[in-house]
């Protein structure tokens, strides 16, 4: 919730995302945009200032993308040289312009529909769906962001999509490049291949010792053993809070009563309709009916097909017209009403159908309504909890003293890695399931007091590391089973490749695909009029690279489909395809219009930066660094 919640107060559509966040200082000098000067802000653009909160809320998003990638939280060193200041830096001016643009140009956004954005955003909502001003607060609490800076976030946002919106609609890829994409995609070849199976060649026998151990040193690093942590958990959830116990019978009742509606369904009526020009051929309609003509009949002649005058099994609510709808539940099943005027015009109405009203009793919905009561009772219950736990801990509780003291349950965890896998290889079955509990676990140290992590929109894990094993090189006695079955797989592999590769020559000399085949044990085969895409399922991924990096007559290997096996192929025939544009798919095209729609955001906003007056602020990027966790 916490990463959703941050997203929101700078979170631009995926057009700008995709566009502009590596954006450059390629349109002016970094020397000519840095200055001195404001140190509670971190550049301005024109008269737009960046807060030194923004600048912290966009390095801890771009830290978190880099630790995703590099697999653990990167040091201060490494965001430096992976670039992250500069990038957050390059995304926030892009951001900056397009909000003093808006204000150029006037753009806003009303603050009723304002209130009304933040109202229906889920995250602030209560387990019966309504706004909820405290989780509000709590949400903006937790994620360090203050509620005037996130309302202005959202205003900016808003701002920020209208100009988008207004740069990129009705971009259209050029008819050149459709043409150049359905060429590739729809271009079919036609491959005689063999496939290469461990099976084709000897068994590989077990290594001598020295052998093995000189695989094993090469290869030590494979084999190590990782960090791994013991720690602590406590997971509070209204959920987990909740006791259906508490709720009383005459709770229980009230609420059946209040909202009655949600346990009723509403009546429903099988409802013909027939639709007529004029009055005077409606009533001339009706009188057929009353003379013994069937409905059926009736709309047959008034050029109606049974799809035509069936409305289906309806509800009142259900049927647009209200004059339509009061005749249609006024009529008794099997009856035919008068001419109705409808709004589009005059019909007749027969009920074939009725399905009347139910009402779950207070018996078969009380305890949904128990367990629900006691959910949002166990919201305040929750926080009273995650009160409990932090003043416990602020006044110098371990850790289980302050869950004791809570009412929570603490969970330990002997041993874990930064992947949530065990000793043994296999992931740890009892851990939380919030994204953001290991890679907590990893960024600190036994002894400190922790950030409780926020899930689940009001769900909080608290933890404690308890101790930690360092990661280590692992001896060979520890892990020969799996150094040899390691060392004998990758020598299969090499035979299997020089095996291919002298079929390779061999076809290239001259000898048939069929010769070739078996002699190696193997079987020849064709696959023909394949695509790129579709000759995936034969070839295989490498295989169909292979297959299209040449012309008719190319002889190649590659990995086969199946793992451990090996592939080799003849082009026998190119065919191109007769009508390119028709090998283009509608997701292709959008992806195509995204990518070009990105290209005119990113020159829009190079030409507002050129036109806006930029300053970067030191001073103000070194406090904002002091907010960041």
Do not use: C
Not at 416 to 424: C, F, L, M, S
Not at 458 to 464: H, I, P, Q, T
């Amino acid at each position: 919730m916490l990463n959703t919640l941050r997203g929101s107060i700078s979170g631009w559509t995926a057009k700008i995302l995709l566009g502009l966040l590596v954006l450059s200082f390629a349109v002016w000098g970094i020397g000519d945009v840095f200055r001195g000067g404001v140190a509670n802000a971190v550049l301005t653009a024109g008269e737009t200032e960046v807060s030194l909160q923004d600048y912290a809320l966009a390095y801890n998003r771009a830290q978190s993308r880099l630790a995703q990638q590099i697999g653990r939280r990167p040091t201060a060193e490494e965001a430096e040289m992976f670039g992250v200041g500069q990038s957050v830096i390059s995304q926030l001016v892009a951001g900056a312009v397009l909000d003093e643009q808006g204000r150029r140009i006037d753009l806003g956004l009303s603050q009723d529909r304002l209130a009304q954005v933040i109202a229906e955003d889920p995250t602030f909502q209560d387990a019966s769906g309504n706004f909820s001003r405290a989780q509000f607060q709590n949400a903006l609490y937790n994620a360090r962001i203050s509620e005037t800076d996130y309302i202005r976030g959202q205003e900016n946002q808003a701002v920020r999509s209208q100009i988008v919106d207004a740069v990129s609609e009705g971009i259209a890829i050029p008819d050149a490049f459709s043409t150049a994409l359905g060429l590739y995609n729809g271009e079919r070849r036609t491959i005689e291949y063999v496939t290469l199976t461990p099976a084709t060649i000897p068994p590989v026998a077990d290594p001598s010792d020295e052998v093995l151990t000189t695989y094993f040193q090469e290869n030590i690093e494979t084999y190590a053993a990782p960090e791994y942590r013991s720690v602590a958990y406590a997971v509070l959830t209204p959920e987990a809070m909740a006791d259906p116990t508490t709720i009383t019978d005459e709770a229980v009742a009230a609420d059946y009563e209040q909202y009655k509606e949600r346990y009723t369904t509403a009546e429903q009526r099988r409802v013909q309709q027939i639709a007529f020009p004029d009055e005077a051929a409606a009533q001339a309609g009706k009188a057929k009916l009353e003379a013994g003509t069937s409905f059926a009949d009736v709309a047959s002649e008034a050029g109606r097909s049974p799809t035509d005058i069936d409305l289906g099994l309806v509800t009142r609510s259900q049927i647009p017209d209200a004059t339509v709808a009061e005749a249609a539940f006024s009529l008794a099943e099997g009856d035919v009403s008068d001419v109705v005027s409808g709004a589009f015009g005059p019909v007749l109405l027969q009920v074939t159908e009725i399905q009347p009203e139910t009402v779950q009793t207070l018996e078969e919905v009380s305890d949904e309504i128990r367990s629900a009561l006691a959910l949002v009772a166990a919201s305040d219950t929750a926080n009273s909890a995650y009160n409990a736990f932090e003043d416990a801990r602020a006044g110098g509780a371990t850790f289980a003293e302050g869950a004791q003291s809570a009412g929570l349950t603490v969970q330990t965890i002997p041993a874990v890695d930064r992947e949530g896998n065990g000793p043994d290889g296999q992931p740890v079955a009892e851990q939380p399931s919030a994204q953001e509990f290991l890679p907590g676990v990893f960024e600190t140290e036994p002894g400190l007091d922790n950030v409780p992590i926020n899930f689940q929109s009001n769900g909080y894990v608290f933890y404690d590391v308890i101790s930690i094993d360092p990661a280590r090189d692992r001896t060979l006695d520890e892990v020969r089973d799996r150094v040899l079955a390691d060392w004998k797989a990758a020598e299969t592999d090499r035979q299997l490749a020089e095996r291919a590769e002298q079929m390779k020559t061999e076809l290239q000399a001259g000898r048939s695909m069929a010769d070739a085949a078996a002699a190696a044990g193997a079987e020849a085969r064709t696959a023909a009029a394949v695509s790129r895409q579709s000759g995936v399922s034969e070839l295989g991924q490498a295989g169909v690279n292979a297959a299209f990096s040449g012309g008719t007559g190319t002889v190649a290997t590659a990995a086969g489909r199946e793992a451990g096996s090996q592939i080799v192929l003849r082009v026998v025939e190119v065919a191109p395809p007769a009508d390119p544009a028709a090998n283009v798919a509608a997701n292709e095209r959008s992806q195509m219009t995204g990518m070009l729609e990105n290209d005119i955001l990113e020159t829009y906003v190079s030409l507002l930066q050129n036109d806006t007056a930029i300053a970067v602020h030191p001073a103000g990027i070194e406090r904002a660094k002091a907010l960041i966790r």
